[in-house]
T-cell receptor
Framework: DQQVKQNSPSLSVQEGRISILNCDYT??????FLWYKKYPAEGPTFLIS?????DKNEDGRFTVFLNKSAKHLSLHIVPSQPGDSAVYFC?????????????FGKGTRLHILP | DTEVTQTPKHLVMGMTNKKSLKCEQH?????MYWYKQKAKKPPELMFV???????INESVPSRFSPECPNSSLLNLHLHALQPEDSALYLC???????????????FGPGTRLTVT
């Protein structure tokens, strides 16, 4: 049972345009969401997070939007740059849960085209 | 210092070998994690240590044995592995709040393990 879903395995975006990566979740108990970026042969790098009490969090070129009623979040990258080409993992957790574990989606590979 | 280091970067071992993977962080994080990642898959949690005590074992086979000697170090001892255990092994660390809340996890670069 996949609790965090990234339905697009890959996405291609022109350099300078907006990249939008989507993520859906099924567990309404999740209250904290994160995005990680991963280059080949490296560990995931934390990008940005959002608490369930917010609907938007912005950090430079990265903005995460949360729609709790739809159990959907998205990561916007504006403007997209060549170095943004990587795999992006959406992740979720329920803070205070004894398990303290992050549930990852399967990832979306983003290609930034010149 | 926001770095999690892992050694070795690459490891090739036979099915009868004993080896260890090492992870180190100096961010004062009191939670440390081992993940396994196969190609084109998300990281899968294996173990969690909270305050140097094993708090989660995700039904990992006993041929993987974690150890947390102190708050900065995390080891993964490997013995009698199978070829299907070949994967990228990632270490991560995070803060722990009073209620056991895990904040963002910081990952190391991983050890690429090949079992022959």
């Amino acid at each position: 049972d996949q609790q965090v879903k990234q339905n697009s395995p890959s996405l291609s975006v022109q350099e300078g345009r907006i990249s939008i990566l989507n993520c859906d979740y099924t567990n309404s108990m999740f209250d904290y969401f994160l995005w990680y970026k991963k280059y080949p042969a490296e560990g995931p790098t934390f990008l940005i997070s959002i608490s369930s009490i917010k609907d938007k969090n912005e950090d430079g070129r990265f903005t995460v939007f949360l729609n709790k009623s739809a159990k959907h979040l998205s990561l916007h990258i504006v403007p997209s740059q060549p170095g943004d080409s990587a795999v992006y993992f959406c992740a979720a957790l329920k803070r205070g849960d004894r398990d303290d574990k992050i549930i990852f989606g399967k990832g979306t590979r983003l290609h930034i085209l010149p | 210092d926001t770095e999690v280091t892992q050694t070795p970067k690459h490891l090739v071992m036979g099915m009868t070998n004993k080896k260890s993977l090492k992870c180190e962080q100096h961010m004062g994080h009191r939670a440390m994690y081992w993940y396994k990642q196969k190609a084109k898959k998300p990281p899968e949690l294996m173990f969690v240590y909270s305050y140097e005590k094993l708090s989660i074992n995700e039904s990992v086979p006993s041929r993987f044995s974690p150890e947390c000697p102190n708050s900065s170090l995390l080891n993964l001892h490997l013995h009698a592995l199978q070829p299907e255990d070949s994967a990228l092994y990632l270490c991560a660390s995070s803060q722990l709040g009073l209620a056991g809340i895990s904040y963002e996890q910081y990952f190391g670069p991983g050890t690429r393990l090949t079992v022959t």
